[in-house]
């Protein structure tokens, strides 16, 4: 079972010390950050009322596994820097979990009908992952960024409070 806990100033070290270069960190957060990732950038986030920042903890192995982060924007929310600790956790359901865990925190807690998240559209695990919570890809919203002379496209996906609700039933 996964619960998101509030994360706070004194949680950053153990998020901090997980991203080990520039590339990783841009796969997590998107071009906000830069590496290194610091005290002082989580500072401003968690300042940041319109955003939500959790910890995720496994209440089988009584431990925090890893980060994940709801964003408020004006019609929709943001589901975004979700992060598992553990590589040899990943492709094990946990962030299927999350991902579940944190629209329903969303639904639940903000008058808004759509969530979406933007994800690079190489990270395959993760786009399928999303799928299978009920995501569809917006063909209309792509984004790209450059990193050591690399292009990556982000592409969008987006889910509806009545779809999300219909799939938990």
Known sequence: ???????TIEDSLE????????????????PAYHFPLTKEQLEIDLKNENRFMFRVFDET???????AQIFLKENTFLL????????????????K????????????HFNRETAELNVYDWNTGAIECYKK??????????????ID?????????????????????
Do not use: C
């Open 97 to 108: 979990k999350i991902v579940q865990n944190l629209l329903q925190y969303g639904f639940s």
């Open 133 to 146: 919570v009920g995501f569809e890809i917006d063909p209309d919203v792509l984004s790209e960024v450059s």
């Open 61 to 67: 192995e009584q431990k925090v596994i890893g980060h």
């Open 1 to 7: 079972m996964i619960q998101l806990l509030p994360f």
């Open 80 to 95: 975004g820097r979700i992060l598992i600790w553990d590589e040899n956790n990943r492709g094990k359901g946990y962030g």
């Open 15 to 30: 998020l901090i010390s997980t991203i080990k270069d520039k590339r990783m960190l841009l796969q997590f957060a998107g």
């Open 149 to 169: 002379n690399e292009l990556w496209l982000s592409v969008n996906m987006k889910i509806s409070k009545n779809t999300f609700q219909s799939l938990q039933q």
